[in-house]
């Protein structure tokens, strides 16, 4: 009887201490592309408006919480004519639709955080800082779930800027308050 008892308590209590391992796959899209935007500069009397392609390039790598939605941070670099930012933000990736005999899924993408001008090395008594950004975004992603991907993703990239400048003759101060916004078209691979 003793026996029994022991075997039955070992055979309950090793039952009992195998809870089921909940697996959350690491997840990373890595994707290069040109920002394309409209900008204006000049004075009031000779503004000028030039169409400007800038190089971006950003790695986001989280956690799958769910089949559908990924949560983790994103770092990148974003190369304008007058600064070099290194975004760095949090951001979530969801997957919207999937076709059913397909391997194409529609997802949406979402980042926000702080541009830093770490990398940016500017003309003598420049000195150019980050700031808030911002990136909606949609894309394709081809490829069986759980495997490697290729991705397209278009995404609205809002960057703000802040520039202060040598003074010259009069001036007391020479600060300027840069806001790109541009369309991002990129190219790349997720798994």
Same mark, same amino acid.
Request: with cysteine.
């Given at each position: ?7 039955l ?10 809870k ?18 409209r900008?204006?500069f ?16 950003q790695?986001? &790598?989280?956690?799958?919480? $769910? !089949?559908?939605? /990924?949560?983790? #941070?994103t770092v990148?670099i974003?190369?304008?004519k ?7 933000s949090a ?9 059913p005999?397909? &391997?194409?899924?529609?997802? $949406? !993408?979402?980042? /926000?955080?702080y #541009? ?5 090395k ?8 980050g700031?808030?950004m911002?990136s909606p975004?949609?894309?394709?992603k ?11 993703s278009v ?5 703000e800027a802040?520039?202060?400048k040598?003074?010259?003759?009069n ?5 300027e308050?840069r ?7 990129r ?5």
């Amino acid at each position: 009887m003793k026996q029994l008892v022991c075997f039955l308590l070992l055979l309950g209590g090793s039952a009992w201490a195998q809870k089921p391992v909940i697996k959350r796959p690491f997840v990373n899209y890595t994707e290069v592309g040109g920002l394309f935007g409209r900008v204006a500069f000049g004075n009031n009397t000779a503004e000028v408006v030039e169409n400007r392609l800038s190089f971006t390039a950003q790695t986001f &790598n989280g956690v799958q919480l $769910t !089949s559908q939605l /990924a949560v983790g #941070g994103t770092v990148g670099i974003d190369w304008y004519k007058a600064a070099l930012l290194m975004p760095v933000s949090a951001g979530i990736r969801f997957d919207l639709a999937k076709h059913p005999r397909k &391997n194409v899924r529609v997802f $949406t !993408s979402a980042d /926000a955080g702080y #541009g830093f001008a770490w990398l940016h090395k500017g003309s003598t008594g420049y000195d150019t800082k980050g700031g808030l950004m911002l990136s909606p975004g949609i894309g394709l992603k081809m490829g069986r779930p759980g495997n490697t991907a290729f991705i397209m993703s278009v995404s609205y990239k809002r960057q703000e800027a802040d520039v202060q400048k040598p003074l010259s003759g009069n001036d007391i101060r020479r600060d300027e308050h840069r806001v790109y916004n541009r369309i991002a078209f990129r190219l790349g691979v997720s798994f």
